[in-house]
Nanobody, 115 residues
Framework: QVQLVESGGGLVQPGGSLRLSCAASRRIVGFSTMGWYRQAAGKQRESVAIMSSGGNTNYADSVKGRFTISTDNAKNTVILQMNGLKSEDTAVYYC?????????WGQGTQVTVSP
């Protein structure tokens, strides 16, 4: 079992930056993917940025060039650096981990982009 805890959300003005962190309760070895999803009010949850165990990354078209996903050397934290934020980035952001037969989610952190 793995617990994921997100942090770093908040209120930011358009054009600003935020750094989201997702800490796993233990070092993750042999994961399939780690990544971030988001869900805006009244919309379905969507993939934002995904990293495979081999280091390959996949970004939603809407965030390419603005968001960057990374992990720390201990492989127990996944980071989402968000720059150039837009109002349409407002959502609850969720961390996700797929390892073995497990599919784990964090509790979510709110990101609000508003003047």
């Amino acid at each position: 079992q793995v617990q994921l805890v997100e942090s770093g959300g908040g209120l930011v003005q358009p054009g600003g930056s935020l750094r989201l962190s997702c800490a796993a309760s233990r070092r993750i070895v042999g994961f399939s993917t780690m990544g971030w999803y988001r869900q805006a009010a009244g919309k379905q949850r969507e993939s934002v940025a995904i990293m495979s165990s081999g280091g390959n990354t996949n970004y939603a078209d809407s965030v390419k060039g603005r968001f960057t996903i990374s992990t720390d050397n201990a492989k127990n934290t996944v980071i989402l650096q968000m720059n150039g934020l837009k109002s349409e980035d407002t959502a609850v952001y969720y961390c996700n981990l797929i390892v073995g037969f497990g599919n784990y989610w964090g509790q979510g952190t709110q990101v609000t982009v508003s003047p």
